[in-house]
């Protein structure tokens, strides 16, 4: 089943398109005080910093005081799936925990492909969606591979329910187009097309070739010849 998942997840990602604007959250991940962090947990694991940082954001917001595990508190024991775990003595640590020893044990992967990446991801939150042949919104929300379905508590799934949180792929998506040392095998991004509207013309900003260009031009002529 996993690797038709990452074969399925490697195809969703080639043909996805975002459907939100995952830009003011992806800038949270990648800001370099972040990354920081990222990095250390990254360096102690091996887990790619990017999926350590979209892990942060579906399990917690990326508040720091929340585990990467289930996004209790790290420094008390956790209470919710998986419990037990903690107390720690900081954040780096609680997720070093959740990583190596926490299911499904990202530490243990070695395939950071795209597909890898992503079927990584989606069994962070469990297989049901695959295995009723449903692209996972904890993967997919925001894009276009997704439309609606969502477990709305263990074991109960609802296809009318549409996930409002944002998916680890189109996060992903965001961060590469923000900082382009996040690189996986088999992604490729092209980076979004500004929607900053060019300033209208004006008596400082004439239009090329206007009427207000040619007046201007007049004044830069006399201004050169005076000095």
Partial sequence: MTETLKTANAKRWANASLTRNFVPIARRLVAPTAKIRYQTVSAK????????????????SQDWTGSLAQGDPWNRVSVHVPAGRGPFRSWEEAAIDALVNC????????DWSIGGTLTKLEQYNGLGYAARGRPSPYVWSGTDQYKSGKYVRDGVYDPGVVDSQPGCAGLIMAMM???????????????????????????????????????????????????
């Fill in 103 to 110: 299911a499904p044990r990202a530490a243990r992967n070695k």
């Fill in 45 to 60: 694991t091996g887990v790619p910093w990017p999926v350590i940082a979209v892990i942060h954001e579906r399990e917690c």
């Fill in 177 to 227: 187009a923000l900082d382009p040392t996040i690189t996986f095998a088999g992604a490729r991004i092209t980076p979004p097309v500004s929607t900053e509207k060019p300033a209208p013309p004006s008596i400082t900003n004439p239009a090329k070739g206007s009427l207000g260009a040619f007046i201007a031009s007049i004044f830069n002529a006399l201004f050169r010849r005076k000095s």
